[in-house]
């Protein structure tokens, strides 16, 4: 028999919201942190037992709440974050029908509140969703809210809290997200143990890079460009690490939207395009971005934490976001992270101890010539970047050095330590590194990561504009394969083109290959193929290749640059480095990875007991 519609209790109404907007100890924090925002305070401080389960406490300066704004303030859709009862027009951390009533129903709730004209607070309890009588009681200005109890009218959500230490990791999460975009409040979190968190307030222009400095860490702010653009009266400030400076998951990203942190797939998606072209699908870059529009072109309110939103213009938003943080990261240049020196570092340890005796004289198994000649392509106005490597790489006569190699050659005044940020190459080891003094340190860099970025630069360079140029087969290449694989090919033979790459149909089963771009050399034909023929099945076959130009390009690159193993002169060395200073992204290759690692001269003395 079918049951009577009914309407269901107020108390029941308010434990279903709560389930919604508490869905742990965090969760309630949260809310209370954003009021405490709201109401103008410049101190906030949490206090938790037992992980938020027993008490979770959050206690204001703001600017209070009289006996009236009490009662209201635990009764479901009253608020006063409405103004003009628009919804699209909210300018605080508020509103989604105000989360105490619900906090209340699920928990024993005390609120003490003390305006600043007034003489007295006023408390109010709540126990279970019901309501006693406000009444006077001592207190100084401001809101404390004590929580008590949490989910003991509906116990069976118990279970599904972790222990008090994961709790208080989650709370601790919410609490810097809110304190990273607010410096000029200060916060601190305590459990039954220790503080948590002490964060004062920062004042000053850059309050907002030192209170990021004391959440992250000063590693952060060591590896992160400054960004800062406008379009359409939508703003974006921050920082963003450059792409060596990545994680393997997201959780450094620290998004915001008109100063609420938010986790955004849009968002997240426009970091990920805009940071494909330097890092692994695995790795996550680290960021901290403030994005300010008015509050029309966004709704805050789609989800009952408040932490997604709903753009109106989408397609502005992923648009202007990308180009703005890749115009940020084409400023890094040739930085590498920081991090990546320390890596090496904490990997170096002390050898097995050597035998007394001296060892006899070991030759430098690398190839070079004996006076370094410095590559100048500023000299050359046609003279385009990559010309100099590969005029270096294949004219340049190689010359065994003498033994006295290690010893340190002249520098002349045009050739000091400052011109080269690098360094100045002095030796290659297992011809695959080349090992650099710099003016404080030494620099070592993988010669085919490194190179591989340089062409891969070149190469979008030349696709996005006139096209990648060709140098023709003296004697073409036949390449055989399935037939499917021929006529995959054959239905980009013009997109092909437009990089440089010539081929014709030979037969059903071949190609013949009669020119491959200038730029790599004299590359593995038939691996190149196989490689783009990759790209065009994970593209899919309908899908223009010039949408999916960094993949082409990076395919390319990889078969254009130097190898490991391939032994180079003081000069191609040189030249190498000269070009990294002077091209973007040239401190990660084309898959995230560092092309070098500086070693301070300081570090290098710890190793060795000196400092």
Same mark, same amino acid.
């Given at each position: 028999?079918?049951?009577?519609?009914?309407?269901?209790?107020?108390?029941?109404?308010?434990?279903?919201?709560?389930?919604?907007?508490?869905?742990?100890?965090?969760?309630?924090?949260?809310?209370?942190?954003?009021?405490?925002?709201?109401?103008?305070?410049?101190?906030?401080?949490?206090?938790?037992?037992?992980?938020?389960?027993?008490?979770?406490?959050?206690?204001?300066?703001?600017?209070?709440?009289?006996?009236?704004?009490?009662?209201?303030?635990?009764?479901?859709?009253?608020?006063?974050?409405?103004?003009?009862?628009?919804?699209?027009?909210?300018?605080?951390?508020?509103?989604?029908?105000?989360?105490?009533?619900?906090?209340?129903?699920?928990?024993?709730? !005390?609120?003490?509140?003390?305006?600043?004209?007034?003489?007295?607070?006023?408390?109010?309890?709540?126990?279970?969703?019901?309501?006693?009588?406000?009444? @006077?009681?001592?207190?100084?200005?401001?809101?404390?809210?004590?929580?008590?109890?949490?989910?003991?009218?509906?116990?069976?959500?118990?279970?599904?809290?972790? !222990?008090?230490?994961?709790?208080?990791?989650?709370?601790?999460?919410?609490?810097?997200?809110?304190?990273?975009?607010?410096?000029?409040?200060?916060?601190?979190?305590?459990?039954?143990?220790?503080?948590?968190?002490?964060?004062?307030?920062?004042?000053?222009?850059?309050?907002?890079?030192?209170?990021?400095?004391?959440?992250?860490?000063?590693?952060?702010?060591?590896?992160?460009?400054?960004?800062?653009?406008?379009?359409?009266?939508?703003?974006?400030?921050?920082?963003?690490?450059?792409?060596?400076?990545?994680?393997?998951?997201?959780?450094?990203?620290?998004?915001?939207?008109?100063?609420?942190?938010?986790?955004?797939?849009?968002?997240?998606?426009?970091?990920?395009?805009?940071?494909?072209?330097?890092?692994?699908?695995?790795?996550?870059?680290?960021?901290?971005?403030?994005?300010?529009?008015?509050?029309?072109?966004?709704?805050?309110?789609?989800? @009952?934490?408040?932490?997604?939103?709903?753009?109106?213009?989408?397609?502005?938003?992923?648009?202007?976001?990308?180009?703005?943080?890749? +115009?940020?990261?084409?400023?890094?240049? +040739?930085?590498?992270?920081?991090?990546?020196?320390?890596?090496?570092?904490?990997?170096?340890?002390?050898?097995?101890?050597?035998?007394?005796?001296?060892?006899?004289?070991?030759?430098?198994?690398?190839?070079?010539?004996?006076?370094?000649?410095?590559?100048?392509?500023?000299?050359?106005?046609?003279? !385009?970047?990559?010309?100099?490597?590969?005029?270096?790489?294949?004219?340049?006569?190689?010359?065994?050095?003498?033994?006295?190699?290690?010893?340190?050659?002249?520098?002349?005044?045009?050739?000091?330590?400052?011109?080269? @940020?690098?360094?100045?190459?002095?030796?290659?080891?297992?011809?695959?590194?080349?090992?650099?003094?710099?003016?404080?340190?030494?620099?070592?860099?993988?010669?085919?990561?490194? +190179?591989?970025?340089?062409?891969?630069?070149?190469?979008?360079?030349?696709?996005?504009?006139?096209?990648?140029?060709?140098?023709?087969?003296?004697?073409?290449?036949?390449?055989?394969?399935?037939?499917?694989?021929?006529?995959?090919?054959?239905?980009?033979?013009?997109?092909?083109?437009?990089?440089?790459?010539?081929?014709?149909?030979?037969?059903?089963?071949?190609?013949?290959?009669?020119?491959? @771009?200038?730029?790599?050399?004299?590359?593995?034909?038939?691996?190149?193929?196989?490689?783009?023929?990759?790209?065009?099945?994970?593209?899919?076959?309908?899908?223009?290749?010039?949408?999916?130009?960094?993949?082409?390009?990076?395919?390319?690159?990889?078969?254009?640059?130097?190898?490991?193993?391939?032994?180079?002169?003081?000069?191609?060395?040189?030249?190498?480095?000269?070009?990294?200073?002077?091209?973007?992204?040239?401190?990660?290759?084309?898959?995230?990875?560092? !092309?070098?690692?500086?070693?301070?001269?300081?570090?290098?003395?710890?190793?060795?007991?000196?400092?």
């Amino acid at each position: 028999m079918a049951r009577a519609i009914r309407l269901l209790p107020q108390t029941l109404i308010n434990q279903i919201a709560a389930g919604e907007v508490v869905e742990r100890p965090a969760s309630v924090v949260k809310e209370l942190v954003e009021n405490a925002i709201d109401a103008g305070a410049r101190k906030i401080d949490v206090t938790l037992r037992d992980g938020g389960r027993s008490l979770i406490l959050v206690e204001d300066n703001g600017g209070g709440m009289s006996a009236e704004d009490l009662l209201l303030a635990v009764e479901r859709h009253a608020t006063s974050k409405i103004p003009d009862e628009d919804l699209f027009n909210i300018r605080t951390l508020g509103f989604r029908g105000e989360a105490l009533p619900s906090i209340g129903s699920v928990s024993r709730l !005390t609120l003490i509140s003390r305006q600043e004209r007034e003489e007295t607070a006023w408390k109010l309890l709540v126990e279970g969703g019901v309501k006693h009588e406000p009444e @006077p009681t001592p207190g100084t200005r401001g809101t404390r809210v004590e929580v008590r109890d949490l989910f003991y009218a509906t116990p069976a959500r118990l279970k599904f809290l972790k !222990t008090a230490t994961t709790e208080n990791s989650h709370v601790l999460e919410i609490l810097q997200r809110l304190a990273m975009v607010h410096p000029e409040i200060a916060f601190s979190l305590k459990d039954d143990k220790r503080d948590l968190l002490l964060l004062p307030s920062v004042e000053g222009e850059e309050n907002l890079c030192q209170r990021i400095t004391d959440i992250i860490g000063r590693e952060f702010s060591e590896n992160v460009i400054p960004v800062e653009a406008e379009r359409e009266r939508v703003k974006l400030a921050g920082y963003a690490g450059i792409p060596t400076f990545s994680r393997g998951n997201a959780q450094h990203q620290y998004l915001f939207v008109n100063q609420r942190p938010v986790k955004d797939k849009i968002l997240s998606a426009a970091l990920r395009v805009a940071y494909q072209d330097f890092l692994a699908r695995d790795r996550y870059p680290q960021v901290a971005l403030f994005l300010t529009l008015p509050p029309e072109e966004v709704d805050m309110n789609v989800h @009952p934490a408040k932490t997604e939103v709903r753009f109106r213009d989408v397609q502005l938003i992923r648009t202007f976001m990308i180009s703005a943080l890749k +115009h940020a990261l084409s400023q890094a240049g +040739h930085r590498t992270s920081t991090t990546v020196a320390q890596s090496a570092l904490s990997m170096l340890k002390p050898s097995i101890p050597l035998p007394s005796h001296s060892f006899p004289f070991m030759k430098p198994a690398f190839h070079s010539s004996s006076s370094p000649r410095y590559v100048s392509i500023s000299s050359r106005s046609s003279y !385009t970047p990559m010309m100099a490597i590969n005029d270096s790489l294949e004219s340049i006569p190689r010359q065994e050095i003498p033994d006295t190699a290690f010893s340190r050659t002249s520098t002349s005044q045009e050739e000091t330590f400052s011109s080269f @940020p690098l360094g100045k190459a002095q030796a290659q080891v297992h011809d695959t590194y080349i090992i650099a003094e710099a003016e404080n340190g030494i620099v070592i860099v993988d010669q085919h990561a490194a +190179h591989e970025r340089l062409v891969y630069e070149n190469l979008k360079k030349e696709a996005m504009g006139a096209g990648v140029k060709s140098q023709g087969l003296l004697i073409p290449e036949i390449i055989t394969l399935p037939e499917n694989d021929v006529v995959l090919l054959l239905d980009h033979q013009k997109e092909f083109l437009s990089f440089g790459l010539e081929l014709e149909a030979f037969s059903s089963t071949a190609v013949l290959v009669r020119a491959t @771009p200038a730029l790599l050399g004299n590359p593995d034909i038939r691996s190149l193929i196989l490689d783009l023929l990759d790209e065009i099945r994970e593209s899919g076959e309908n899908i223009n290749l010039k949408g999916r130009l960094e993949e082409i390009c990076s395919s390319m690159a990889c078969h254009g640059s130097i190898r490991a193993g391939r032994k180079l002169t003081l000069e191609e060395m040189n030249a190498l480095l000269r070009q990294m200073e002077g091209t973007p992204y040239s401190g990660q290759c084309n898959h995230g990875r560092p !092309t070098y690692v500086e070693l301070k001269k300081t570090d290098i003395e710890r190793l060795f007991g000196r400092r």
